[in-house]
């Protein structure tokens, strides 16, 4: 079917404004926030008000086998929506309303298209947050980061996207809508189809609706930065923290590449000679948050560390705003940045560290790193030039090292980022072919023409559309 | 400046394009994209569309200079840029390479044309030689409106007051042993909708015993022509203005817009391409202040001249004084000297108001949503006082307010400061 009679169809459910059809705008939809991933431009976007238009337009792909492309705001790290084979692109940017804050039940209902950011501020009002907390948490969608199963710097004490979501609305590959779930705590009814659809990245259907879990913002919080001399001093200290029998909210790290990166950008005063930079915060009840401090300063002390502890606010905000510079600081070095999620248990998190110095040196690439060490979830960014072929080969082999070394620490591919287009190709390493083949079976049973996301996260299968 | 040139400066921030790493930070941040949600309406779609014009993968479109044109040039992007892309200069660019194509869009011909030829806005002192090629092709002479920001014909427009500042203020005023010799560049909003913030710029200046040159031929600084996309005209009324401000041989140029201000101090030097007067543009460049940068750096505020005003004041930070010139703290520092100011700020000072110089001429109402935000942010201040430092901003808040029928008072910051040096003594007279 041409891209003109589609339009047509499409044009009669949704109405002219929601349908986008011109080669200029097409072009802006034919990426979104990965690198290095091919980047394809639709044959239409459109924007559906409410579930039933979902439902008609998955109707309409599936009677003319064209490939939908279920789309947020676009910032997945992962290629997941970029549109490989045109198609449709389906942008879930107008179904943006908040449908419920339940203070009682201590959840939120939300359509696809608000901004994590945006419910944030409309439960902070009851003293509630929705603690899910990824870098992207004032442009990335709640849908979008349900599909992603999106992380952040709270994941070792608030756990990810998936802890939180108890319900999903669902149109299914063959238009019909389904619903998962809800607000109770408790429900096993059935297969776990919640967490099916979550971090599915919009390959077995389309969320439309969303039942969030809260919890009730924290007291108070203390924030420390600690400097050591070695590596192996900072990774201990990590799980000398944990073993202490302290959660901390955040618990990051920075290698000396991006601390170096970092003061030469924002020059707050790090120490650039330190070999790893940690960034603590502990929070909740003061009484507690307190006494928390005393442990990981100690801690941190046994491990040869500096500690630094922000007296108030503003001092606050200066050892944040380390952190929030780390990539921007990295970026600036070259013009492309390869940003990567591999992810290990957390007492391998030195062990990796320098299996990441040692692949960058073999390499002859800049890799800096830095991420959430609390949770070994790190976030080597290879520094390049996607110009430079020679270079870009030398990166995609570093990168499948890394893989190799996360997967034999007894780690995963993707801590958070998602498979996407990215991943796809080593997703056997981790599962297996027996693994793999219960993924397969899954795809094929919710969306057997392949059309939902096709190329994405199942490797192969290509879809027969004209 | 030929068709090659134009293309190079575009090609000339090709890494800058190649640095975005498409990350969508600007979504969050751009007022476009809260009113749009649309990814051409973004910084990184703009700067894809960028690429795709060098690597000639789209035509042009007038669809594709819509989507250049769709930009508040409001930087907001760029302070949130974590790979620093100068988006401003990539929109900047690429609408000059579109609008060398296929033609500026009517509405910025006409307003092209009435700011490039000065003769047309007022009683005609300065030849109608600068403007040449692109525009006059097309001679939309009878397009033009009384000013050009009035072209919106839904727009509450202030009422004008029927003479240019041109014509109440004098060529020089001496001071007894002064402390520095300064040249008033006024740009368009001042000389002809908000004189008085002209004659306020020389009563505090007087009366900090610096001696004020205004040279009557001045003209609009070309900035909007720039912005437009039309770098060629832009380009010669740099030359003509370097020219004459040089020639006057101050200490300093000072503005009263951010936007003038940018055109004398990052706009000009980028303009003129080499030779002597690009050194001439370099040494104006490094020697404009805002008048709220000259009021705190060269010439500080002399505290014992204000009277008291028992008055709460809010400040909305122009984007091209704020992001554009990186004066941020001054005019509230200065405002805060004044007895009996009080400050009570915006949840979000440097957000867009939606004005945009000729932005709203096509996108009214898509201004006028972006006012919204900043109309409610100022309701909930409970001053009601509003000050700004730009012209294009103050236009588009009163027009706001008056729709409203809020009952807030727009005034620049130099203004306020002039009241309250008035409470104290007269005026210094002109």
């Known amino acids: 079917m041409s891209a003109k009679s589609l339009a047509g169809l499409l044009v009669k459910i949704l109405g002219r404004e929601n349908v986008i059809t011109a080669r200029e705008d097409l072009l802006c939809y034919s990426f979104d926030a990965a690198q290095d991933v091919p980047a394809a431009p639709p044959a239409v976007v459109v924007t559906p008000r409410d579930t039933a238009q979902v439902s008609e337009v998955l109707r309409i792909a599936g009677r003319y ?14 290629g997941g929506t970029v549109p490989l084979q045109g198609g449709i692109v389906l942008s879930m940017l107008k179904m943006n ?107 077995l259907g389309v969320i ?11 007291e108070a919080r203390k924030t420390m930065l600690a400097t050591f001399d070695r590596l192996a001093d900072a990774g201990n200290a990590v799980t000398g923290i944990v073993k202490s029998k302290v959660i901390p909210a955040t618990l990051e790290i920075m290698d000396q590449v991006t601390i170096s990166a970092v003061e030469n950008f924002a020059k707050i005063g790090l120490p650039t000679q330190a070999r790893a930079v940690l960034l603590i915060e502990v929070d909740g009840i003061p009484e507690v948050v307190e006494r928390e401090a005393q442990t990981v300063m100690s801690v941190v002390a046994n491990h040869h560390g500096q500690l630094r502890l922000a007296g108030d606010e503003r001092e606050r905000y200066d050892i944040w705003t380390a952190r929030r510079a780390a990539l921007p600081a990295l970026a600036q070095l070259k013009p492309t940045t390869v940003l990567e999620d591999a992810t290990v248990p957390r007492s391998q998190i030195t062990i990796m560290l320098e299996a990441l110095e040692e692949i960058a040196q073999r390499y002859n690439l800049t890799i800096g790193t830095f991420g959430h060490a609390g949770d070994g979830n790190l976030h080597p960014t290879i520094l390049t030039d996607e110009r430079d072929r020679e270079e870009m080969e030398r990166v995609h082999r570093a990168v499948e090292e890394i893989f190799r070394k996360a997967l034999e620490l007894g780690g995963t591919l993707s801590g958070e980022h998602g498979i996407g287009l990215a991943k796809t190709r080593f997703l056997e390493w981790e599962l297996g072919s027996a693994g793999l083949d219960v993924m397969k079976k899954v795809k094929s049973a919710l969306d057997p023409h392949n059309l939902l996301n096709p190329g994405k996260m199942i490797p192969g299968g290509s879809v027969q559309h004209g | 400046m030929g068709s090659g040139a134009i293309i190079s400066v575009l090609q000339a921030l090709e890494e800058d394009i190649i640095k975005c790493m498409k990350c969508g930070n600007c979504q969050a941040v751009c007022p476009l994209y809260a009113e749009t949600r649309s990814e051409p309406a973004v910084a990184r779609g703009k700067v894809r569309l960028a690429g795709a014009v060098l690597k000639g993968e789209v035509e042009y479109t007038q669809r594709l200079a819509e989507h250049f044109d769709l930009c508040l040039t409001c930087m907001a992007c760029v302070a949130n840029c974590p790979c620093g892309v100068r988006v401003n200069e990539i ?35 300065r030849a109608a030689s600068l403007t040449q090629g692109l525009l006059f092709k097309t001679g939309e002479r009878g397009m033009l409106p009384r000013f050009p920001i009035g072209l919106e014909m839904r727009r509450v427009v202030p009422r004008l007051p029927g003479y240019s500042l041109k014509e109440i203020l004098k060529e020089g005023y001496s001071v007894p042993a002064p402390v520095k010799r300064v040249a008033f560049f006024a740009g368009c909003v001042t000389c002809y909708v908000y004189t008085g913030v002209g004659r306020a710029v020389v009563d505090v200046l007087l009366g900090h015993g610096v001696e004020v040159v205004f040279p009557k031929e001045q003209h609009c600084c070309g900035a909007p022509v720039l912005l437009a996309g039309d770098r060629k005209t832009a380009a010669a009324m740099a030359r003509s203005q370097v020219e004459i401000f040089s020639a006057v041989g101050a200490d300093a140029v000072v503005t009263v817009c951010g936007t003038c201000g940018e055109s004398f101090r990052h706009y000009y030097p980028q303009l003129l391409d080499g030779g002597k007067d690009l050194q001439r543009a370099k040494l104006l460049a490094e020697r404009t202040f805002d008048i709220t940068e000259f009021l705190t750096d060269v010439a500080p505020l002399k505290k014992d001249l204000l ?15 704020g992001r554009g010139l990186g004066v941020y703290e001054q005019p509230v520092r200065l405002l805060a000297a004044v007895p009996g100011a009080e400050y009570a700020p915006l949840k979000q000072p440097g957000r867009c108001c939606g004005g945009a110089g000729f932005f709203g001429l096509k996108h009214y109402d898509l201004s006028l949503k972006v006012l919204q935000t900043k109309l409610r942010d100022i309701a909930t201040t409970g001053a009601h006082q509003v000050v700004t430092g730009c012209g294009s901003c103050r236009i588009h808040l009163d027009d706001g307010l008056a729709r409203h029928r809020m009952p807030h008072q727009v005034l620049h910051t130099v203004e306020m400061l002039a009241r309250s040096m008035r409470e104290v003594s007269r005026g210094w007279g002109y």
């Open chain 1, 97 to 203: 309303r908040i449908l419920d804050v339940d203070p009682d039940n201590l959840v939120a209902v939300v359509e696809p298209g608000v901004i994590i950011q945006e419910l944030n501020n409309a439960v902070a009002p009851y003293g509630l947050i929705y603690p899910p907390d990824p870098g992207t948490v004032t442009t990335a969608t709640m849908g979008g980061s349900v599909a992603e199963c999106s992380g952040g710097l709270r994941g070792l004490k608030y756990g990810v996207t998936k802890d939180y979501i108890t319900g999903l609305d669902v149109v299914l590959a063959d238009g019909r809508a389904a619903s998962f779930g809800g607000k109770t705590v408790k429900n096993v009814t059935g297969y776990d189809l919640v967490k099916l659809f979550t971090g599915s990245e919009g390959t």
């Open chain 2, 307 to 321: 009277g008291p005003l028992e008055e709460t004041f809010t400040y909305h930070e122009p984007c091209h004084l």
């Open chain 2, 91 to 125: 929109v900047m660019a690429a609408r000059a390479v579109v609008a060398e194509k296929i033609g500026l869009s009517m509405p910025k011909r006409a307003a092209v044309a009435g700011l490039s030829r000065p003769a047309l806005l007022d009683a005609g002192i």
């Open chain 1, 208 to 218: 439309t609706g969303i039942t969030v879990r809260l919890i009730p913002a924290p």
């Open chain 1, 65 to 78: 086998g064209v490939p939908v492309y279920p789309r947020g705001s676009g910032t997945n790290l992962s």
